[in-house]
C-alpha cells in the first residue's frame, strides 16, 4: 500500500509572480487558503500518510504555512535545495526520505486534477514497472506536454513537450515511482519529463500511463490561476 508523496514546490514561479507578489506559487490563494493545501487533502483522502516536501524557493514560507503537517492529519517532512536542481534533481536530493517506501507518489504543487487519487495510488506497480505517470485525454497539447503511449500496454514510448505534438493523451504530472528510480537519476539530469523518464525509457525500463478521469488544472499563468481561481482578483 503506498503511504508516501512527495510534491515539487521549489520553482520560483516567475510568471505568477506579478499576481501573488512575496510568496511561493504553491501558497498562492484558492479560496481564501493556498493552493498546496488542496493536494494535501487529496492526498490525504487517498490514504497518503507521509508527504516530502520539495521545497527550494522562500523555503520558509512553505514551512510556516504546512508545519509538521498535523493540521492535516499528516506527516510533513522537508528536502531542501539550496540552489535550484531541476525537477530530477530535486527528487534526487529527496531520496534519503523516500527510500524507505517501496513506491511513492510525486505531484508537481502547481497542478491539480478533480478527481479521486485513490485507485491511482494503491494500484501496485507491476511487471517490473519503474513507474507509472497519470494522464488524461485532452487536446490542450499547446499548454501541456503529451504522451507517446502503446495503444495496448499503455506503455509509454515518448514524451512530446507542449505544443510540439498532439497525441490527445497529456501528461497530469502525477507519477507513481518504484524506489529503484532514485538510484537511477544522474547528476546530469534536470527534467523528470526530457531528461530522467526518456533515459530510462532508452534503458529498457517500463513506463505506463494510467488515464485518469477530470479535468486538469495548473496555476502557472495569471491567466490559468484565475480560470481555476474566479473569486481572486489582482490588487
Same mark, same amino acid.
Given at each position: 500500500?503506498?503511504?508516501?508523496?512527495?510534491?515539487?514546490?521549489?520553482? %520560483?514561479?516567475?510568471?505568477?509572480?506579478?499576481?501573488? #507578489?512575496?510568496?511561493?506559487?504553491?501558497?498562492?490563494?484558492?479560496?481564501?487558503?493556498?493552493?498546496? /493545501?488542496?493536494?494535501?487533502?487529496?492526498?490525504?483522502? &487517498?490514504?497518503?500518510?507521509?508527504? =516530502?516536501?520539495?521545497?527550494?524557493?522562500?523555503?520558509?514560507?512553505? /514551512?510556516?504555512?504546512?508545519?509538521?503537517?498535523?493540521?492535516?492529519?499528516?506527516?510533513? =517532512?522537508?528536502?531542501?535545495?539550496?540552489?535550484?536542481?531541476?525537477? &530530477?534533481?530535486?527528487?534526487? #536530493?529527496?531520496?534519503?526520505?523516500?527510500?524507505?517506501?517501496?513506491?511513492?507518489?510525486?505531484?508537481?504543487?502547481?497542478?491539480?486534477?478533480?478527481?479521486?487519487?485513490?485507485?491511482?495510488?494503491?494500484?501496485?506497480?507491476?511487471?517490473?514497472?519503474?513507474?507509472?505517470?497519470?494522464?488524461?485525454?485532452?487536446?490542450?497539447?499547446?499548454?501541456?506536454?503529451?504522451?507517446?503511449?502503446?495503444?495496448?500496454?499503455?506503455?509509454?514510448?515518448?514524451?512530446?513537450?507542449?505544443?510540439?505534438?498532439?497525441?490527445?493523451?497529456?501528461?497530469?504530472?502525477? /507519477? %507513481?515511482?518504484?524506489?529503484?528510480?532514485?538510484?537511477?537519476?544522474?547528476?546530469?539530469?534536470?527534467?523528470?519529463?526530457?531528461?530522467?523518464?526518456?533515459?530510462?525509457?532508452?534503458?529498457?525500463?517500463?513506463?505506463?500511463?494510467?488515464?485518469?478521469?477530470? %479535468?486538469?488544472?495548473?496555476?502557472?499563468?495569471?491567466?490559468? /490561476?484565475? &480560470?481555476?481561481?474566479?473569486?481572486? #482578483?489582482?490588487?
Amino acid at each position: 500500500m503506498t503511504t508516501t508523496a512527495a510534491i515539487l514546490v521549489g520553482g %520560483k514561479g516567475t510568471r505568477l509572480k506579478p499576481v501573488i #507578489h512575496d510568496l511561493p506559487k504553491p501558497l498562492a490563494p484558492v479560496g481564501g487558503e493556498p493552493f498546496l /493545501y488542496l493536494l494535501l487533502r487529496r492526498l490525504k483522502a &487517498a490514504g497518503i500518510q507521509k508527504i =516530502v516536501l520539495l521545497t527550494g524557493y522562500m523555503h520558509d514560507k512553505i /514551512y510556516t504555512a504546512c508545519g509538521n503537517g498535523s493540521q492535516f492529519d499528516l506527516d510533513i =517532512v522537508y528536502s531542501q535545495e539550496l540552489q535550484p536542481l531541476g525537477t &530530477a534533481g530535486a527528487l534526487r #536530493h529527496a531520496a534519503p526520505y523516500l527510500e524507505d517506501s517501496e513506491d511513492f507518489l510525486l505531484l508537481n504543487g502547481d497542478t491539480y486534477l478533480d478527481s479521486s487519487l485513490a485507485q491511482f495510488a494503491q494500484t501496485p506497480l507491476t511487471d517490473g514497472m519503474i513507474g507509472r505517470v497519470g494522464a488524461i485525454h485532452s487536446q490542450e497539447h499547446d499548454r501541456y506536454g503529451s504522451l507517446w503511449i502503446n495503444d495496448k500496454t499503455h506503455a509509454i514510448l515518448g514524451f512530446f513537450e507542449k505544443g510540439q505534438q498532439n497525441t490527445g493523451i497529456i501528461n497530469t504530472g502525477v /507519477y %507513481k515511482l518504484n524506489k529503484r528510480l532514485l538510484q537511477l537519476i544522474t547528476v546530469t539530469q534536470t527534467s523528470l519529463e526530457y531528461d530522467l523518464f526518456p533515459s530510462l525509457i532508452r534503458e529498457g525500463h517500463v513506463l505506463t500511463a494510467f488515464i485518469l478521469e477530470g %479535468k486538469f488544472y495548473d496555476i502557472g499563468t495569471p491567466e490559468s /490561476y484565475f &480560470a481555476f481561481n474566479p473569486g481572486q #482578483h489582482e490588487e
